[in-house]
């Protein structure tokens, strides 16, 4: 994915004639959502301060590290899962799930997703690989968990993209019925034969498997605590230790 984005650097950053010719008059370059049609849906050029994601045909916002706002979605435990971490990015693409299930795009916001693209439509999906539909709705509970990880999405906020010295974090748990996530601590899921796995670390505070009802059998690694602030505002929230027995 990080090369796909670095096409999207160069293309954008260059003149118009670098950007395929779409066939769309550039003084009709209409708004997708928050953001400008550009590549094969417009042939201007994006602005200093964005990437065009061609995959997508809009302007994105320039991550502050490259490969930052781009998604790898798996349900398998492979380290290679890429969530986003902005507050209310979904990953986006207009490509079907591979062979193995797995899906991969371009993280974008709410507002974009919520935009209908008849003539050149893009899908979003939660974490969990489930169709945005119309969206998470509004969350106005209590944004608790450890400060490090909490809770995340909406009101909540987003995750950190880097903690120094450790994993990525990534929001994850919205979906169709819940507007808030947790932020996960790694990108690897976790289950009865993995509960916790290579994401422990002796220096840090207690961590557990969140299972949603969604996937009952394969979960995220995140906070203990953070778990536990999460399953006190939703129903059908478990969170295993280590053992994979159920916190009380």
């Known amino acids: 994915m990080r090369w796909l984005l670095a096409i999207g650097l160069v293309g954008c950053s260059t003149a118009t004639e670098q950007v395929p010719d779409s066939g769309v008059d550039g003084g009709s370059c209409e708004l997708v959502g928050p953001w400008r049609a550009c590549g094969v849906r417009c042939d201007q050029g994006c602005d200093d301060d964005s990437v065009c994601a061609f995959e997508l045909g809009v302007c994105a916002p320039a991550p502050a590290e490259l490969g930052m ?120 899921r976790c289950d009865l034969r993995y509960p916790i796995g290579d994401a422990r670390f002796s220096d840090t505070p207690e961590r557990g498997c969140l299972l949603t009802p969604e996937e009952p059998d394969v979960g995220w690694v995140v906070l203990m605590e953070t778990c536990l602030a999460y399953r006190a505002q939703f129903d059908g929230i478990e969170c295993r230790d280590e053992s994979w027995r159920i916190e009380p």
Do not use: K, W
């Open 69 to 188: 706002d781009t998604c790898v979605i798996r349900r398998d435990f492979d380290t290679t899962n890429h969530y986003c971490y902005g507050n209310d990015r979904f990953c986006a693409t207009t490509a079907a799930p591979n062979d193995d299930g797995s899906r991969s795009g371009t993280c974008v916001p709410r507002a974009a997703c919520e935009v209908s693209l008849a003539e050149f439509p893009f899908t979003c999906f939660y974490a969990d690989g489930a169709d945005f539909g119309r969206g998470p709705p509004a969350f106005d509970g209590e944004c608790g968990g450890e400060e490090e990880a909490s809770m995340c999405g909406g009101r909540c906020g987003g995750c950190e993209p880097v903690v120094r010295g450790r994993e990525f974090q990534f929001c994850v748990g919205v979906s169709s019925t819940r507007g808030a996530g947790v932020c996960a601590v790694s990108p690897r």
